[in-house]
C-alpha cells in the first residue's frame, strides 16, 4: 500500500510539472484569429473631459486620449495575486497587466522562438538569432476599468488567450494620493513609459485553447498538496481521536 502511496504522489507530480508547461503553451500560428493579424485602431482624442471613477474607496479621474481597439496573443502577464508583487492587491485599479502580440509577429511560428516574462509593470521578451520578431507589434497593456464584470474577464485571462479589447487610451490619477500614470500613444516607443493604459469598456476572449490544462494544473497541484500531507493528517487525527 505504501509502495502505491508513493508512486500516487509521484505521478501526481509529473501531472502538476506537465500541466504547468502545457497551460502557457502558444497555438500554432495556423489556429489563430485572422483579427489578431490586423493593426490595432486608435483614433486620437481632442478636448475631450476627463471623467471620474471610484473603486474600492478611491476616487480616480481618467484624461481619455484616444480611442482604442486591438485584438492579440496574450504572451505573458503579471501575477498580481503573488507575494513578490508589492504594487497590486485587492484595491489596486489597475487590473492584470497583459503582454499582447498582434500583426507581422503571429504570421508565423517564430513568435514561439521568443521568451516573455512579466515583472509588476513590465514586460520582456529576448529570442535568439534569425527570428522574425517586430517589436512595435508587442505591447504591455495596464487595463483599468469602472465595469465588475470586465473585471472578472480580465481576471480570467492568461496566457495563450485570443482576445479583444476596445475601450480608450487614458491617463490616470488618484486623488487620494496624488497618483499620476500616462499612457504611449505608439507602439513604437520603449522603456518605462511604453506601455499603454487601457480604459477597457469591452473585453472578449476569442479563444482559450489552454482551459482544460489550467484546470488539470489546478486540480493536480491541490491534489499534490493533499497527498503529501494526508500521512500528517491522518496521523493527527488518530491521535486526537486516542484522547
Not at 136 to 150: A, E, Y
Not at 167 to 187: A, E, H, Q, W
Given at each position: 500500500m505504501k509502495f502505491q502511496y508513493k508512486y500516487l504522489i509521484i505521478a501526481n507530480l509529473f501531472l502538476v510539472i506537465f500541466s504547468y508547461y502545457s497551460k502557457n503553451e502558444l497555438s500554432d500560428f495556423?489556429?489563430?484569429?485572422?483579427?489578431?493579424?490586423?493593426?490595432?485602431?486608435?483614433?486620437?482624442?481632442?478636448?475631450?473631459?476627463p471623467f471620474e471613477f471610484s473603486y474600492k474607496g478611491s476616487d480616480y479621474t481618467a484624461y481619455p486620449k484616444a480611442k482604442y481597439e486591438i485584438y492579440g496573443l496574450v504572451v505573458s502577464h503579471n501575477d498580481i495575486e503573488s507575494f513578490w508583487d508589492r504594487f497590486h492587491d485587492e484595491k489596486s485599479v489597475d487590473t492584470k497587466d497583459?503582454?499582447?502580440?498582434?500583426?507581422?509577429?503571429?504570421?508565423?511560428?517564430?513568435?514561439?522562438?521568443?521568451?516573455?516574462?512579466?515583472?509588476?509593470?513590465?514586460?520582456?521578451?529576448k529570442y535568439g538569432a534569425g527570428v522574425n520578431f517586430k517589436h512595435?507589434?508587442?505591447?504591455?497593456?495596464?487595463?483599468?476599468?469602472?465595469?465588475?464584470?470586465?473585471?472578472?474577464?480580465i481576471k480570467t485571462?492568461?496566457?495563450?488567450?485570443?482576445?479583444?479589447?476596445?475601450?480608450?487610451?487614458?491617463?490616470?490619477?488618484?486623488?487620494?494620493?496624488?497618483?499620476?500614470?500616462?499612457?504611449?500613444?505608439?507602439?513604437d516607443d520603449t522603456g518605462a513609459t511604453a506601455c499603454e493604459v487601457v480604459f477597457v469598456n469591452k473585453i472578449k476572449v476569442i479563444s482559450a485553447?489552454?482551459?482544460?490544462?489550467?484546470?488539470?494544473?489546478?486540480?493536480?497541484?491541490?491534489?499534490?498538496?493533499?497527498?503529501?500531507?494526508?500521512?500528517?493528517?491522518?496521523?493527527i487525527a488518530t491521535e486526537h481521536f486516542k484522547k
Open positions: 495556423n489556429e489563430i484569429n485572422s483579427k489578431l493579424k490586423t493593426s490595432p485602431k486608435q483614433i486620437n482624442l481632442k478636448k475631450v473631459k497583459l503582454c499582447i502580440i498582434w500583426g507581422e509577429n503571429i504570421k508565423t511560428n517564430d513568435f514561439q522562438k521568443v521568451s516573455y516574462s512579466s515583472g509588476s509593470w513590465t514586460c520582456y521578451f512595435n507589434q508587442l505591447s504591455n497593456n495596464h487595463l483599468i476599468t469602472n465595469k465588475q464584470n470586465v473585471r472578472d474577464i485571462v492568461s496566457i495563450g488567450d485570443q482576445i479583444h479589447i476596445k475601450g480608450y487610451l487614458v491617463d490616470y490619477t488618484n486623488s487620494k494620493n496624488n497618483f499620476k500614470r500616462k499612457t504611449s500613444m505608439t507602439r485553447p489552454n482551459k482544460v490544462w489550467r484546470k488539470t494544473y489546478k486540480v493536480s497541484f491541490y491534489s499534490l498538496i493533499f497527498l503529501i500531507l494526508f500521512p500528517l493528517l491522518k496521523l
